[in-house]
């Protein structure tokens, strides 16, 4: 068998052996041109999580909700000196489950934008933390025996928190992986008076 990897970093290993990687990456941040535009896409899916009280007093026989897998879009600024990442990201998707003649459908879309602090660097592996805020456009539908009971859309504002890791050799590299994970704790939406049903979710972009 074969056995094939993918090394961006390869070409920089005399630079930084020799110590002229920390006095470029000095002289650069010095003249604040470490400062820089990205752009970013990858894989993710979405664990939905929390209690849907909507389900709990009128479906309890319903099970969980599938895992989604959809792509991740982000474009931001990196600022050198705090060491933050500001971005705004977009990402879309959906998930069903059906038990005993009912049917149940969660869309979510979602934009916002992210202010993420690194928080070390070990060797390359550099983790970091920080708060999202988005708008979001959510659905929930249900149909029971061909008739549809529920049909309803929202518009509202979500809080939750980012983290992850990038794997950055150093800072002159012009292409590194990312791996996001954000959780929004408290995402739902009403029906009727009283009664919710959860979007509450962790979200994991595998590779970006």
Do not use: C
């Amino acid at each position: 068998s074969y056995r094939f990897m993918f090394d961006t970093t390869l070409s920089a290993e005399k630079s930084w052996e020799s110590g002229r990687t920390a006095k470029v990456t000095k002289k650069l941040a010095e003249e604040k041109r470490l400062n820089a535009f990205f752009v970013g896409a990858g894989m993710s899916s979405a664990w939905w999580l929390g209690e849907s009280s909507y389900n709990k007093n009128n479906r309890p026989y319903i099970p969980d909700f599938n895992t989604s897998i959809m792509l991740d879009f982000t474009a931001g600024y990196y600022l050198n000196n705090p060491d933050i990442n500001i971005a705004l990201l977009y990402r879309g998707y959906s998930t069903a489950t059906r038990a005993y003649g009912t049917a149940q459908f969660l869309r979510r879309r979602s934009f916002g934008i992210e202010a993420t602090k690194y928080i070390g660097d070990y060797h390359g592996f550099v983790p970091f933390v920080g708060p999202v805020i988005t708008t979001e456009s959510l659905l929930f539908r249900e149909g029971e025996q061909g008739s549809l009971n529920q049909d309803l859309t929202g518009q509202q504002l979500a809080y939750g928190l980012t983290f992850g890791w990038d794997i950055q050799p150093d800072k002159l590299q012009t292409f590194i992986l990312r791996t996001n994970l954000r959780w929004f704790p408290n995402l739902k939406m009403k029906v009727g008076e009283t009664e919710t049903v959860s979007f509450s979710n962790i979200e994991f972009n595998f590779i970006q």
